[in-house]
């Protein structure tokens, strides 16, 4: 299986300020026929379902502000908060859909 | 308004079993694979399984620590998915979510359900 490693586990951001969450595969979860990164990242807070985000490392998901911002290629990835606002309190997970399915530890934004 | 309404969660004993359901609507049910995601008291997501759709056999995959353990099986008819779990440990204690998308990433999520595994 592959591994998803996230880091760091939890950061503490100021309001206005820039989030970085990393995210890592243990294998490259680019499909070379097609040129896409089969990563996506999800915000989940307490009592909800996780939302979806990003997908294809790097497309927003429809209504997500474009404070949210994915990057990376094969086995590197960032999910990048430009200004964070005190709505964006939650845990984060990257996840890969390359081969069977695994999410990553989770990182969890605080204020 | 896609819905996926999880039902079935509760408190089992260990070695027990339990089924769980997946009312969906909102979408073509019977086009799309069908997950369950499951996470446990201060941990992370763990994906628990997939069934296909019937284009592709209802082919089903299942994470490593539920593997021989649980089924995954749907109804077309009823636009339901199900999850059908035995020989239940106290690790597999959790909020279970039915979820779905386009692709292996999940664009839509029930509530949950919690299943507690404890005697």
């Known amino acids: 299986d592959i591994v998803m490693t996230q880091s760091p586990d939890s950061l503490a951001v100021s309001l206005g300020e820039r989030a970085t969450i990393n995210c890592k595969s243990s294998?490259?979860?680019?499909?070379?026929?097609?040129?896409?990164?089969?990563l996506a990242w999800y915000q989940h807070k307490p009592g909800q379902p996780p939302k979806l985000l990003i997908y294809?490392?790097?497309t927003r998901e429809s209504g997500v502000p474009d404070r949210f911002s994915g990057s990376g290629s094969g086995t590197d990835f960032t999910l990048t908060i430009s200004s964070l606002q005190a709505e964006d309190v939650a845990v984060y997970y990257c996840?890969?859909?390359?081969?069977?399915?695994?999410f990553g530890g989770g990182t969890k934004v605080e204020i | 308004e896609v819905q996926l309404v999880e039902s079935g969660g509760g408190l089992v004993q260990p070695g027990g079993s339990l089924k769980l359901s997946c009312a969906a609507s909102?979408?073509?049910?019977?086009?799309?694979?069908m997950h369950w995601v499951r996470q446990a008291s201060g941990k992370g997501l763990e994906w628990v399984g997939r069934?296909?759709?019937?284009?592709?056999?209802?082919?089903?995959t299942y994470g490593a620590s539920v593997k021989g353990r649980f089924a995954i099986s749907r109804d077309d008819s009823k636009n339901t998915a199900y999850l059908q779990m035995n020989s239940l440990k106290t690790e597999d204690t959790a909020v279970y979510y039915c979820?779905?998308?386009?692709?292996?990433?999940?664009?839509?999520w029930g509530q949950g359900t919690l299943v507690t595994v404890s005697s």
């Open positions: 294809w490392a790097s």
């Open positions: 909102g979408f073509t049910f019977s086009g799309s694979a």
């Open positions: 996840q890969q859909y390359y081969t069977y399915l695994t």
């Open positions: 069934i296909r759709n019937k284009a592709n056999d209802y082919a089903t």
């Open positions: 979820t779905c998308g386009d692709y292996d990433f999940f664009d839509y």
């Open positions: 294998q490259s979860v680019l499909y070379s026929s097609n040129n896409k990164n089969y």
